[in-house]
Each structure stands twice: as structure tokens, then as C-alpha cells.
């Protein structure tokens, strides 16, 4: 029979704690045993008993031994709990009734000073059906005491959990570095903290440090993440959920290898709030304001116009990496991306050429579908008047390409083409100078693309 303790079982406090143990042990979760456990709880226990570390547990394990002020001999009571749990585990079976791991049974229902956000006596929190804790078997129970281990202090808390082993491997090795960090200076300074106090942003930083430090062929792993803010403090438990989907955790690990991802790093930057760039001297002044390019992104909104610079004229990032975006992250049409670069194309050969730079200003203010069209018709007639032979665009790329669902994407097409346009004429545009008339008001220009 199997003597496996350990396996990923989807819930997040418990994963934590697994890999926080292998990390922490150096083995692979199905190697655990045990020995390994009873092996790790001293230190452990010692390292929360630090003040930093045990300012953070309390926010995740309230009235435990470690935290609860009239426990005398803190470590004595706290080992014993962890000792006993190590003594119900068994190995994982085919069922039982855990709601974490499902394959094994309860010894005894947790309450919250062993299981964060469950309710215990008088403060039920978030567990449903209103009973008093949750049902845990002793290995999953013993596991979510070492989740803090590769928790991330952001005001409140940050689990990070993903489906991928990789990144949980990544992630908690991580974590762990910075505890021996801490063990080797003999500063103890809690969970792994960075001084970032805004989640989402705290959550990309994570996502780039794993992706720029690791080469692992993400495109195979297709991981996506979740990530828990929490605080299970006694007066004010509370928790908000971020997701990343796999198409921007893909999107995000190829950026780096992008020949133009400074550019990218230019264009998250666009998205910070109330900054004055002229100020600022260090990343830390800004990095906890928040930034609408990772809010977007994380609700599902286009982040386009971060890649255009209205004001200066600018395509920033390029098509390449552009397009990059629409496709991956925005399931944009292949056809349909290069139906609007041809038209940019086209267009920005036409300015050029008939020396027609009002038509541009035309093209950035339009400011409803009906003008638009009106517009390009204008444009066709004014080309074919010239003797251009070629078509703006042909009947079929109007219909599905263009303007597929009409009123609803003509924005993202004016966007797309003007990207375009700045990109293929910018040097030729600063050289006409950007007169008055051409100036755009960027807080304008930002209003309208809500
Ligand atoms: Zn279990």
C-alpha cells in the first residue's frame, strides 16, 4: 500500500503548507514523511515565536498557542498539537471525509486558531452551514500550519496558489530563501515582505520576479493563479480573491523574451495613478499606487490604449508585441489583426503621401461610429480621386474584420489603426511638428476609451 502522505489537493491553505514543507525539507511532496515532519517542527515553532513571526501569525491563526497571551509555556503547547497531529496522519487512502484531500478521515473538526477564515465559537466566519470549524483530517490540518511560511506580507496577507507545480515549487523555494535570509542575518522580519501594500500589484511582481527568474517553458505549463488576501484577525476577518487566468500568466512569461519589453515595462508604468513622474526618484513612491493597466488586466478590460501615446505620437511596444496582446490575452482574431494593420497601412501611406496630416486629427478625434464610417468613406473617395488602384479594405473585411460587432468594437478598431498609423509615420509626424491643432488631450483622449 502507499505510504504517500502528501499530494496537491486544490485547496489553498493546505497547499501552501505542503510545498512550504517540501521547500522547506528539500523533498518532493510524495517523499514526506513522518520523520520529515516531526523533524521541521522545533525550528519552526521558534521562527513564529520571533515577534515579527508572531505578529504574523496572528493574523492567521488567532487564540493559538503561539498567539494567545495567557498561554505560558507557548512552545511546549504549541509542539504538542503538532506532535499529536503528526501522530493521527496516515497515509492518503482512496476516501474519507476531509474536505481538503477527500482521502482521508477526520480525527477532530478544526476551529480557527488551527484553520484560517473557519469559524470557532462565537466568531463563524466564513465556513458554511454555520458549524463550529471544519473538517480536516490531522495531515491537511498540520499541513495549513506551515502555510505562513510562503505567505507574503501586503497589509494584509497574500496566498498565492496555482494549479501548476512549477510555480508552486518556484514560489515556495522563494519564500523559503528569504526565511534562511532571515535565519543566517538573524533578522527576523515575518513572512516574506517587500514592502508592498497593494495586492494586485504585489501579485505581478511576484508573476515577473517567477518569470524572469526561472526558464521554464510556461507555454507547455499553462498555469493560471489565485491569489488569497486575507486577514483572519479576530475583529475584522476578511478576505478578496484575485485571479490570473492562463492567457495573461502566458502573455506575461513571453513579454520578457520580447525584443521590446522594455516598451512593455514603459507601458505598465503609463498605467500607474496619481504619480508625479517628475519626483519620483525610486520605484517605492510609486509601487503601491494603483495602476489600471493590472487592474484591467485582471478583470478582463483592454488595456490598448496603455500602448498608445496620443501625445507624442507614439506606438509604444510595437505591432509585434501589440498584437502579441490581442491574441493571447484578448482571443482576438488573427485575421482580424491583420485586416487592421493593413488598413493602418494603407491609411498612414495616404496621409503621407496626399501631405494630409488633418485627416489624422480626424482619425484620433471621431468620436462615434456613424462619424468614423463617414470618414472613411471620405478617405476612400479622396484615395480613388488620386488614381490609388487598391481598395481601402474590401467588402468582407469591413463586415467580419473591421467592424464585426459594430457599434460595440469600432473603438478598439480606431484605436488599433491609429497604433498603426503612429508607428508606421512618427518620424514623419514629428518632423511636420505636432502643431496645436494636432495636439490631443491625453485626460481626453483617456475619458473616451472607458
Ligand atoms: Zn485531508
Known sequence: MSEIIFDFTGNPFVDAGIWSISAWTKKNLNELNKKDLKGIIDDIVKLYLTKKWSKNIYSIFPNNPITNPSVKNKDERYLGILNELIDGIVPLGKSGDCISCGRRDIAQRSGKDKIPLTGSGKLINYFSYGVDGADYCPACAFAVQFSPLIMYACGKLLLIHSNSEKVMKIWSRKAIKNIDKQLSTGEFTGCFNEKYTNPKNALFHIIQDIVLEYDVRWIKEAPSINCYHFTNYNQGPDLDIYHVPTPIFKFLAYVPQHEKFEDWLR????????????????????????????????????????????????????????????????????????????????????????????????????????????????????????????????????????????????????????????????????????????????????????
Request: net charge negative; charged share 35%; proline share 2%.
Open 267 to 450: 507601458i505598465v508604468r503609463r498605467g500607474y495613478r496619481f504619480v508625479d513622474w517628475e519626483k519620483v526618484k525610486e520605484e517605492n513612491e510609486y509601487k503601491n499606487n494603483p495602476n489600471t493597466v493590472y487592474e484591467n488586466l485582471l478583470i478582463g478590460k483592454s488595456i490598448i490604449r496603455f500602448f498608445i501615446d496620443r501625445k507624442n505620437k507614439e506606438a509604444i511596444g510595437g505591432w509585434d508585441l501589440l498584437s502579441h496582446y490581442l491574441e493571447e490575452v484578448r482571443n482576438m482574431d488573427e485575421k482580424r489583426i491583420d485586416a487592421i494593420k493593413k488598413v493602418g497601412d494603407e491609411l498612414a501611406d495616404y496621409i503621407k503621401a496626399a501631405d494630409d496630416i488633418k485627416t489624422l486629427k480626424k482619425l484620433e478625434t471621431a468620436n462615434n461610429y456613424r462619424n468614423y464610417r463617414n470618414l472613411l468613406r471620405i478617405i476612400i473617395k479622396k484615395r480613388i480621386e488620386k488614381g490609388t488602384e487598391n481598395p481601402l479594405f474590401s467588402f468582407d473585411d469591413y463586415v467580419n474584420n473591421l467592424f464585426p460587432e459594430g457599434n460595440l468594437t469600432w473603438r478598439e478598431t480606431q484605436d488599433l489603426i491609429l497604433f498603426r498609423i503612429y508607428e508606421v509615420l512618427h518620424d514623419w509626424i514629428i518632423q511636420q511638428g505636432i502643431s496645436e491643432e494636432l495636439m490631443v488631450e491625453e485626460e481626453e483622449a483617456e475619458a473616451e476609451n472607458v
